[in-house]
C-alpha cells in the first residue's frame, strides 16, 4: 500500500490544492502513482485550467462542482466544491440548489432519454409525474440553473436534454463560451472524480 | 527582477507539469546570483538553474541587448523540444512579466487534443 508521503510533487500538490487530508489515499490513485503515470501531470492542470474561467466567475465554477460532484456520487468533490463555493460566497440555499438539480436531472435525464429513444407518440402523452418544483423560480437564477442542468445532462448522455438546455441559455441569452467551459468542466470533473473519491 | 525570478519558482510545480524546463539568465556573475539565493527568502529554495552571461553574448545573440548601455532587457523565450523558438515576450525594464501568461502561451501552444474524434474526412491522420 502507498503512503501519501510518497506520492509524488505533482500528486502531493494537487491533492493540497483539493484540500485533501493529509493521509489521503486512494486506490485509483496508487494505481497511476505505482505506475508513475505522466497522467497525473495532465490531470492536475486540466482540473486546475478549467478551475479558473474567463466566462464562469469563482462562485459559478464552486456551484457546478457540487452539482456535478453530487451527480458522481463523489464525495472527495462534493466536500472540496461545498468548501470553495461557501468561501467565493454562496449561502446554503444555492449549494442546496446545487445538489437538488443535480438529483432531478439525473431523473429527468433517465426519463426524457427514454422518451427520445423509443420515439412513441403514447409515451409523450402520459403524464410524466414527476415533480420538478425547483425549476420553477430557481434561487441561483433561471440561466444559472439551466447550465446546471445542462452540465448534469451532458454528463448523464442524455441528448435530448442536452440540447434542450443548450437552446434555452442560448435564449436567455447566455454566450457559446460559457456553454462550452462549463462543460469542459463537467469533463474534467467527471474525469477526476474516477481517480480521487 | 528578483521578485519576477521568484514569482516563476513559485509557479515552478505547473512548468513541470507541463514538461518544461526553466532556466533563469541574466548578465551577472554566478557569484551575484548566489549572493541573491542566499539574502531572498523567495530565491533560497530555487529551483531551477540560473545562467551567468558575463560577457553578454547570449544576451546579444538573443537581440535583447540594449545598444548604447548595454543592459539586457526582461524577455522570456519559450523553446520547443526541436530547438524552435516559439514565443518571445520583452518588456520594458520597467514592466513586470507575467508567469500566467507565459503558462496560458505554454498551454496554447503544446499539443492537446490527440483523440481522433476531432478527426475531419479528408484531414491527415494524427501524427503524435
Not at chain 1, 80 to 107: R, V, W
Not at chain 2, 50 to 62: C, F, I, N, R, Y
Not at chain 2, 118 to 126: A, L, M, Q, R, V
Request: net charge negative; hydrophobic share 40%.
Amino acid at each position: 500500500m502507498e503512503l501519501t508521503q510518497s506520492y509524488s510533487e505533482t500528486t502531493q500538490e494537487f491533492l493540497e490544492f483539493l484540500k485533501a487530508d493529509k493521509d489521503y489515499r486512494s486506490d485509483a490513485l496508487d494505481l497511476l502513482e505505482e505506475g508513475k503515470s505522466r497522467y497525473l501531470a495532465d490531470l492536475k492542470v486540466n482540473f486546475k485550467n478549467s478551475f479558473e474561467s474567463e466566462h464562469l466567475s469563482k462562485k459559478e465554477v464552486a456551484l457546478l462542482g457540487v452539482s456535478l460532484a453530487v451527480n458522481a456520487g463523489n464525495a472527495f468533490l462534493r466536500e472540496f466544491f461545498k468548501g470553495n463555493a461557501q468561501s467565493e460566497g454562496a449561502s446554503p440555499e444555492e449549494i442546496a440548489e446545487a445538489a437538488g438539480c443535480a438529483s432531478l436531472l439525473s431523473a429527468n435525464n433517465v426519463f426524457y432519454r427514454f422518451r427520445h429513444f423509443v420515439n412513441k407518440e403514447k409515451y409523450n402523452e402520459i403524464p410524466a409525474r414527476i415533480k420538478m418544483n425547483i425549476m420553477g423560480r430557481p434561487v441561483t437564477g433561471k440561466e444559472f440553473f439551466e447550465l446546471m442542468s445542462l452540465a448534469v445532462s451532458a454528463v448523464n448522455g442524455c441528448e435530448m436534454c442536452v440540447k434542450a438546455h443548450e437552446n434555452s441559455l442560448i435564449e436567455l441569452g447566455s454566450k457559446e463560451e460559457r456553454i462550452f467551459e462549463a462543460v469542459r468542466l463537467a469533463s474534467v470533473i467527471t474525469s477526476t472524480s474516477k481517480i480521487l473519491y | 527582477m528578483t521578485k519576477e525570478i521568484a514569482e516563476f519558482n513559485k509557479s515552478y510545480g505547473e512548468f513541470r507539469d507541463r514538461s518544461t524546463n526553466l532556466i533563469g539568465a541574466s548578465t551577472d556573475s554566478e557569484f551575484v546570483h548566489l549572493a541573491w539565493r542566499k539574502n531572498h527568502d523567495d530565491l533560497r529554495d530555487l529551483k531551477f538553474p540560473m545562467l551567468a552571461d558575463t560577457s553578454k553574448s547570449l544576451a546579444e545573440e538573443l537581440g535583447i541587448l540594449e545598444v548604447n548601455e548595454k543592459i539586457a532587457y526582461r524577455a522570456t523565450f519559450i523553446i520547443d523540444p526541436q530547438g524552435i523558438v516559439r514565443w518571445v515576450s520583452v518588456y520594458d525594464l520597467n514592466v513586470g512579466r507575467s508567469v500566467k501568461e507565459v503558462i496560458r502561451v505554454l498551454d496554447a501552444l503544446q499539443t492537446d487534443e490527440l483523440c481522433p474524434c476531432n478527426w475531419e474526412k479528408g484531414k491527415e491522420t494524427i501524427k503524435a
